[in-house]
């Protein structure tokens, strides 16, 4: 240090470390869990590869038709296929082995993609087939994601699944930011066969890693698959109204502030076209922010309050986006929109794979999944309808506000979400006994089979 330079104050240094440790995401459940280290490998890559696919699919529909309807046609072929298997898929993880049904659909996905590879490689691709695959890769994903979402809480320890969510939303985000961007460059120079194809090699380097993950048979005495289980997870949903209150506030704040639709409206009424790419990806950079200083996260305990405050301030932040006259101060509404959807999301997340049991816990995925892919639906419907009614701002600032509104009568609605606690709620307690009495049967397990391998070992010498 030059000697005209004045010390630095005693102590600032340690706080500055300590600050910055408080802020760092917790890698705890990366050192603890093998299996997750895997599982998380796996997410990063498909999620990159499916974000070609995610831009090629309309642009390329695009290209053989010319129609804006026939582009947003794609969403109706999604929607009903990742109702019903959805739904249909909760019942199955947790009857399955989780670890065997991610893989299949894993390797279904990675199929559908190659189908779209050789449309795209005909000499005059056939518009049928998209449609025909989209419908089938909703009905992949709702098959998979229950098992994939309730496969966390088995293979890291209870006390790090916060920090668990966090580290999953982490690469999330950052391929929902880097993801588009990849994916119009390389539309752009290479076609959509290339994105295909690098979405298909995707999938096939997700599957060395996800075939490393050991085992995770479905509970004892689990639920044969069928209607009257998928009715079991939905009346055990609405006997916890502090769940409930978590899907609702979910439904709310997507169905009423959730205007992506009118984006590129938006963006022409501010004089600001160049704007719109930076639009859709602000929410997702606020919530990258998030998650990169997720650490606090995991000392919270009153998981419904965070829930509630994120969400009003997702509303407020819309309500924000909308009353503003500038493209900045739209750009800075919706990244501070995305960080509060950040939150509610480890909110929801850690409330529901803390107290959910583990013979419901793939059910309970799949109404979770109805309630995250429904909302979005809704309120592009409801976005663009408002803007046709009120004008494009209006539409969005209102919904903002309608969100915040909603949020805090649900919140007075249903107490028990505000009253939850995971250091006294007997739902969490229960669950955590499990998983502890889970780890130390698999724990003697282990030992048992190391043991009969030293034995053999002798027997042989």
Known sequence: MNDDEPPHPPGTSGRSRTLLRSLAPDLSPWRASRDFRFLWLSGCVTSFGSYLTYVAVPMQIKELTGSSFAVGLIGAFELVPLIVFGLWGGALADALDRRKLVLRAEAGLGLLA?????????????????????????????????????????????????AAFALNSLYRNAASVAGPALAGVVVAFSGVGTAYALDVLTFAASLLLLVRIRAVPPATGAERPSVRAVLTGVRYAWSRKDLLGTYTIDLCAMLFAFPVAVFPFLASELGADWALGPMYAASAAGALLVGATSGWTSRIHRHGRLLVVAAVGWGAAMALAGLSGSIWLVLLGLALAGGADEISGLARSTMWNQSIPDEVRGRMAGVELLSYSVGPQLGQVRAGTMAGLVGVRAAVWSGGLICVVAVLAVAAALPKLLAYDDRTDPHTAAVRAGHERAEREREQQREREQQGEREAAAATD
């Open 114 to 162: 190659g189908l779209l590879l050789l449309n795209a490689l005909l000499p005059s691709p056939l518009l049928w087939p998209i449609y025909l695959v989209a419908a089938l890769v909703a009905a992949c994903d709702g098959l998979q994601r229950p098992a994939l979402d309730s496969l966390t809480p088995r293979i890291v320890p209870h006390q790090h699944l916060t």
